[in-house]
């Protein structure tokens, strides 16, 4: 019997795996491995197994979704938002549209600049660099039915326990599902992924359910995925949807195999193939090595994982740790840690590689640092390592060592923000051009241990980047008042 997710309707935060009673099984037993071409039940677009995953409707927001028996498909159920879901934690928050300032919106809301093919000031031209425009947490962690929409600058604001960590955490797990990660890799405690009040069915089973739209020269793609998480990890449901078409879904049919039955779009002499897939990896990114590409409809499901995939893929979580950024560095290859410990090595790279980028950083160091700031640099402290320094100008020379927190972290999220893949250690796709990919930074406690004054010049270097179209920025802050005003920014907001 196929698993699906079902919202309870006497608990608003269910997140609970179960197969609806009554629900017609398969026609017969279990394919063999191998692909097979079979016609689409209720036509095109709607390939989705009697008992699929009840996974988010691909024509409209996130919402309480129960499997229909009749088609197996999953349906809206009839109110969208039930009494009392607005107080559950990570839920949107009901802010008058009068007083929402500009450039900010409540989570699961709609906004100016964060739509299909955004850049900066709210222009409609579509890039063609694939990048997210939305985050969708149906049901995850602290989240329930929440919808983060994405610009190039993009903040997300609220008090601690609103579920920023949890955003976060939800955008660079898809991410590394995206480069083919397995999912016990990526979901290590997937217990604290589950709902906290999520029950288990009959068979003991939950899970959660996370989603992303991702946009680019295919239009918006849109990718949601069902993990169970107890009693065993496993993906029991996706689906790759663009255009109103259902490309890609996936369905549970057998819990004693460790496989889920795939249906892709093929538009040929049969409209769908039909194949087993491992329920350790996202569908999504296998697709590539499992689609020919020799009808126009594969061509299409080929180009729309492409596209989901890349924009996946190119991420770079960023969190400086000032008391490791301190310490004399080991001389590596010099690409940037994501707790930006090794930034003496970088600099000994970038400041010799690229000498336009190396004066940006020092101008950004020298508006961000006390006192006055001609160069940032790097040179050997011992054999094999090496240490940063600020050149002050008058031949004194300051050591990393005795930077304050907040100027530490300031001039490594600088540094982030000022360079690319080629400088960060991250895993980009090799056959993508770069000018054709965008990084996303995440940061978690984006305003931790900076100033005011240095928060708004970092957000201007996170504009400028964004401009260049080579880097998108999502952050967290608990409060992002001081970022008022700011017409390029996207400001999501959340509350307990």
């Given at each position: 019997?196929?698993?699906?997710?079902?919202?309870?309707?006497?608990?608003?935060?269910?997140?609970?795996?179960?197969?609806?009673?009554?629900?017609?099984g398969?026609?017969?037993?279990?394919?063999?491995?191998?692909?097979?071409?079979?016609?689409?039940?209720?036509?095109?677009?709607t390939?989705?197994?009697?008992?699929?995953?009840?996974?988010?409707?691909?024509?409209?927001?996130?919402?309480?979704?129960?499997?229909?028996?009749?088609?197996?498909?999953a349906?809206?159920?009839?109110?969208?938002?039930?009494?009392?879901?607005?107080?559950?934690?990570?839920?949107?928050?009901?802010?008058?549209?009068?007083?929402?300032?500009?450039?900010?919106?409540?989570?699961?809301?709609?906004?100016?600049?964060?739509?299909?093919?955004?850049?900066?000031?709210?222009?409609?031209?579509?890039?063609?660099?694939?990048?997210?425009?939305?985050?969708?947490?149906?049901?995850?962690?602290?989240?329930?039915?929440?919808?983060?929409?994405l610009?190039?600058?993009?903040?997300?604001?609220?008090?601690?326990?609103?579920g920023?960590?949890?955003?976060?955490?939800?955008?660079?797990?898809?991410?590394?599902?995206?480069?083919?990660?397995?999912?016990?890799?990526?979901?290590?405690?997937?217990?604290?992924?589950?709902?906290?009040?999520?029950?288990?069915?009959?068979?003991?089973?939950?899970?959660?359910?996370?989603?992303?739209?991702?946009?680019?020269?295919?239009?918006?793609?849109?990718?949601?995925?069902?993990?169970?998480?107890?009693?065993?990890?496993?993906?029991?449901?996706?689906?790759?949807?663009?255009?109103?078409?259902?490309?890609?879904?996936t369905?549970?049919?057998?819990?004693?195999?460790?496989?889920?039955?795939?249906?892709?779009?093929?538009?040929?002499?049969?409209?769908?193939t039909?194949?087993?897939?491992?329920?350790?990896?996202?569908?999504?990114?296998?697709?590539?090595?499992?689609?020919?590409?020799?009808?126009?409809?594969?061509?299409?499901?080929?180009?729309?994982?492409?596209?989901?995939?890349?924009?996946?893929r190119?991420?770079?979580?960023?969190?400086?740790?000032?008391?490791?950024?301190?310490?004399?560095?080991?001389?590596?290859?010099?690409r940037?840690?994501?707790?930006c410990?090794?930034?003496?090595?970088?600099?000994?790279r970038?400041?010799?590689?690229?000498?336009?980028?190396?004066?940006?950083?020092?101008?950004?160091?020298?508006?961000?640092?006390?006192?006055?700031?001609?160069?940032?640099?790097a040179?050997?402290?011992?054999?094999?390592?090496?240490?940063?320094?600020?050149?002050?100008?008058?031949?004194?020379?300051?050591?990393?060592?005795?930077?304050?927190d907040?100027?530490?972290?300031?001039?490594?999220?600088?540094l982030?923000?000022?360079?690319?893949?080629?400088v960060?250690?991250?895993?980009?796709?090799?056959?993508?051009?770069?000018?054709?990919?965008?990084?996303?930074?995440?940061?978690?406690?984006?305003?931790?241990?900076?100033?005011?004054?240095?928060?708004?010049?970092?957000?201007?270097?996170?504009?400028?980047?964004?401009?260049?179209?080579?880097?998108?920025?999502?952050?967290?802050?608990?409060?992002?008042?001081?970022?008022?005003?700011?017409?390029?920014?996207?400001?999501?907001?959340?509350?307990?």
């Amino acid at each position: 019997m196929a698993a699906s997710f079902a919202s309870s309707p006497d608990s608003e935060r269910s997140a609970s795996l179960s197969a609806p009673s009554g629900a017609p099984g398969p026609a017969g037993p279990p394919p063999a491995p191998g692909p097979s071409t079979t016609g689409a039940p209720g036509g095109a677009g709607t390939y989705g197994a009697s008992g699929s995953p009840a996974l988010p409707d691909s024509s409209g927001p996130p919402g309480p979704f129960v499997p229909s028996v009749a088609s197996g498909r999953a349906v809206p159920s009839p109110s969208s938002v039930p009494a009392g879901e607005a107080d559950a934690p990570g839920a949107p928050v009901r802010v008058p549209v009068s007083a929402r300032p500009p450039g900010s919106v409540s989570a699961g809301q709609p906004a100016a600049g964060a739509a299909a093919g955004d850049t900066p000031g709210g222009s409609a031209r579509r890039s063609l660099r694939p990048h997210l425009t939305e985050l969708r947490l149906s049901a995850f962690a602290g989240h329930r039915r929440a919808g983060f929409p994405l610009g190039p600058v993009t903040l997300l604001a609220g008090p601690s326990g609103a579920g920023k960590t949890s955003a976060l955490r939800a955008y660079e797990a898809l991410a590394r599902l995206g480069g083919g990660a397995p999912l016990d890799e990526v979901f290590q405690d997937p217990g604290a992924c589950v709902p906290e009040r999520a029950r288990p069915d009959a068979q003991q089973r939950r899970g959660f359910r996370i989603g992303c739209t991702a946009d680019g020269p295919e239009g918006p793609v849109l990718l949601d995925v069902a993990v169970q998480a107890e009693p065993e990890l496993r993906i029991v449901g996706e689906r790759l949807t663009a255009r109103g078409v259902v490309l890609l879904e996936t369905a549970l049919r057998d819990p004693a195999r460790r496989a889920v039955q795939a249906a892709w779009h093929t538009a040929g002499s049969a409209p769908v193939t039909r194949a087993p897939l491992p329920d350790d990896r996202l569908g999504t990114a296998l697709l590539p090595l499992r689609v020919a590409g020799k009808t126009d409809g594969q061509r299409r499901v080929l180009a729309a994982a492409e596209q989901m995939v890349v924009a996946l893929r190119s991420v770079f979580t960023c969190d400086p740790l000032p008391e490791r950024m301190r310490a004399p560095v080991q001389h590596g290859p010099g690409r940037l840690f994501g707790t930006c410990h090794n930034l003496a090595d970088v600099l000994w790279r970038t400041r010799a590689e690229c000498g336009r980028r190396h004066a940006q950083f020092v101008e950004a160091v020298a508006a961000g640092c006390a006192g006055p700031v001609a160069d940032v640099l790097a040179e050997p402290a011992g054999p094999g390592t090496l240490r940063a320094l600020l050149d002050r100008g008058d031949g004194f020379r300051t050591d990393f060592a005795r930077l304050g927190d907040g100027e530490l972290r300031y001039a490594a999220l600088a540094l982030v923000l000022l360079t690319g893949p080629g400088v960060l250690e991250v895993d980009p796709p090799g056959e993508v051009p770069a000018a054709l990919q965008a990084l996303t930074v995440l940061t978690d406690g984006f305003d931790r241990q900076v100033d005011v004054g240095q928060r708004r010049a970092l957000l201007r270097l996170a504009e400028r980047s964004a401009r260049d179209g080579h880097i998108r920025f999502l952050g967290a802050v608990s409060d992002a008042s001081w970022a008022a005003g700011e017409p390029a920014v996207t400001v999501v907001h959340l509350k307990p």
